[in-house]
């Protein structure tokens, strides 16, 4: 009986041994892949992991049979930890044919990332990683990355060695065919500066409204977006493109707490919390204080950077705590930032969810903040270029309401004074009428035709027009006086200005006595032949008045001189009238009783009506 216990025992013993011993070479055990598929790319996979906290372990110590390995997920949260991280993988080519594959890693924040492996029983090794700049690459790409070749039927054992100086950040390996590698970094790229360029034209909307009206309410929400712009291109890695130092780049990385803290105040400028909600007011101001700490605190020291994450989800909540409340306050533009904040809150919860393994990693959530702060951008945007529309509305109304008031107290000022105003008017219409009336004939005198020909002649240079001008002058006139005696003379000058004045029907033609038995005509608008056929008319006109004269013809005739031109810089109004004077002169040199043009280059011709 004793005997069958002890031999239940050593059995025991053995079963218990061999299960121990079976479970540290599972430990040691590194997973082996197929690679030579075609379009061969491997995401999501298991890895052979091992975690050094001193940081001193080199490949002969992590290759060796004393390395106790785990397994891990390639797909994994970098923990708070300052330790560096070791992968381990077999890559196997079962193809006759050379294989060229690629290794990165799918986030750019490492600080160190490292390859190891043997070739023809050596160890070679590749540096990447923030601490070497693209141009000590193997491969200038914005991520980590490295190429393998494997020879025909090749088993080839890859470390990976990470560290990191960022916590709580997801990260992920990737092993795949160059076209699947080349084909993603473009896609990438194009996303990226689709965000950027659609990102930075919004900014610089906003830059150009605060240049415009210089409220701090634009400047903190152009700070805002530039801070966030220059987050999202160094989380991308693609500074790396732009600058080599790690340390100027953990410098940058105050960029997202900078542009939580302009949000912040920009939100409070929107919403007028400090007027209409001062509680929430209060906290939003401890919020930016926060905000800005963290700042200088990454500033100082990148691993609080992990303090920024824990920061980012509660503190965006609160934001739009305060939005929902205004909006349900009715308060101006309220429900415009509850939508748009709510995109950009979105983001940010992706973000963070996915760095602190709370949301599964996807394109979605890695990157819909992308998509998120492009469009809050949008959203805000067009909010405050409608708080422009809405501040003209206000002041507009304000103006209208200014001169409303004013209206009312003129228009009793001005019931006051109308009456005592009104003989002082008619004196002034009379004196006026004096001024601008020729006494006998009731046209326009030589003073009023003076003023008016110098505004026609600018009203036609500025809409570069012909301006025409007809003087005329009674035939002998003179004789007619001498004959008949100066009262009959002076009725025939009234009837020759009551023709004249027949052939003036637009409200813009002027007609005028010059001077004794001379007139003029101003014909705004009116060619050369215009102004002729007008001036025959007339002089057909007052020969078939058979005005009683002793002349040769035995009645009252009419000269006139025409001339019409584009009024310029080099000549004044008087050259118009100087060059009527000379056609007159003309008609007159030629016999009397006919019409004589002339054009500016001082070309005379008598005018025939056809």
Request: a neutral charge.
């Amino acid at each position: 009986m004793v005997r069958k216990q002890l031999l239940i025992l050593w059995v025991g013993f053995l079963c218990l041994l061999s299960f121990e011993l079976h479970a540290n070479q599972q430990t040691r055990v590194i997973p082996t892949y197929l690679v030579a598929a075609k379009n061969y790319q491997l995401k999501d996979f298991t890895l052979a992991y091992l975690k050094d906290p001193s940081k001193q372990l080199g490949i002969h110590d992590v290759a060796s049979d004393q390395a106790n390995w785990g397994l891990i997920a390639s797909r994994f949260i970098v923990p708070k930890a300052d330790v560096n991280h070791w992968f381990a993988i077999n890559l196997v080519n079962d193809t006759p044919v050379n294989l060229k594959r690629f290794v990165r890693f799918d986030e750019a924040y490492m600080s160190q990332a490292n390859i190891f492996y043997k070739r023809e029983g050596t160890w070679h090794s590749e540096q990447s990683g923030l601490s070497q700049p693209l141009e000590n690459r193997s491969l200038r790409s914005r991520l980590p990355s490295f190429v393998i070749d494997l020879a025909p039927y090749e088993t080839r054992t890859v470390y990976l060695q990470m560290y990191s100086d960022y916590y709580l950040l997801t990260m992920g390996i990737v092993i795949e065919q160059a076209e699947a590698f080349l084909s993603s970094e473009k896609r990438y790229t194009a996303g990226y500066f689709f965000y950027f360029g659609a990102a930075l034209s919004l900014i610089l909307y906003n830059m150009c409204l605060f240049l415009s009206l210089r409220e701090k309410l634009y400047a903190f929400y152009v700070l805002h977006g530039l801070s966030f712009l220059v987050f999202a291109f160094i989380y991308s890695g693609f500074d790396l493109h732009v600058h080599s130092s790690e340390s100027f780049r953990y410098m940058l990385n105050t960029s997202p707490a900078l542009a939580l803290g302009f949000f912040t105040l920009f939100t409070r400028e929107l919403l007028k919390t400090k007027k209409n909600v001062p509680v929430a007011d209060l906290m939003l101001q401890v919020l930016v204080g926060l905000f800005f700490a963290a700042a200088v605190a990454i500033a100082i020291d990148i691993h609080h950077y992990y303090w920024l994450i824990v920061l980012g989800v509660p503190s965006t909540s609160l934001l739009l705590a305060v939005g929902i409340y205004c909006y349900k306050q009715r308060l101006q533009f309220s429900g415009i930032y509850v939508f748009g904040v709510s995109w950009y809150i979105l983001g940010v919860f992706l973000i963070a969810g996915v760095n602190i393994g709370f949301i599964p990693y996807g394109m979605i959530s890695r990157y819909g903040y992308l998509a998120g702060s492009l469009v809050e951008l949008s959203v805000l945007s067009f909010a405050l270029a409608y708080r422009i529309k809405l501040l003209q509305s206000e002041t507009l109304a304000y103006q209208q309401q200014i001169l409303t008031n004013e209206q009312k107290a003129t228009q009793r000022l001005e019931q006051q004074v109308r009456e005592r105003t009104l003989a002082l008017e008619k004196a002034n219409q009379q004196l006026e009428q004096q001024n601008r009336i020729d006494g006998l004939t009731g046209l326009f005198n030589r003073a009023y035709f003076d003023g008016a020909l110098a505004t026609e002649w600018l009203r036609a240079k500025r809409e570069q027009q012909p301006l025409c001008l007809i003087m005329c002058d009674i035939d002998h006139f003179k004789d007619f006086n001498d004959h008949y005696g100066h009262q009959q003379g002076d009725v025939c000058i009234q009837e020759v200005a009551k023709s004249l004045q027949q052939f003036c029907l637009r409200p813009s033609d002027i007609c005028a006595r010059y001077g004794g038995e001379e007139f003029i005509i101003i014909l705004p608008n009116t060619s050369l032949k215009s102004g002729g056929q007008i001036a025959e008319r007339i002089r057909q006109h007052i020969l078939e008045k058979r005005i009683e004269d002793q002349s040769p013809q035995q009645v009252v005739t009419l000269s006139s001189g025409v001339v019409a031109l584009i009024p310029d810089a080099e000549r004044q109004p008087q050259y118009l009238i100087q060059l009527a004077d000379k056609a007159l002169y003309e008609s007159k040199h030629q016999g009397r009783n006919r019409v004589t043009l002339v054009d500016q280059n001082e070309v005379f011709s008598v005018f025939e009506l056809r």
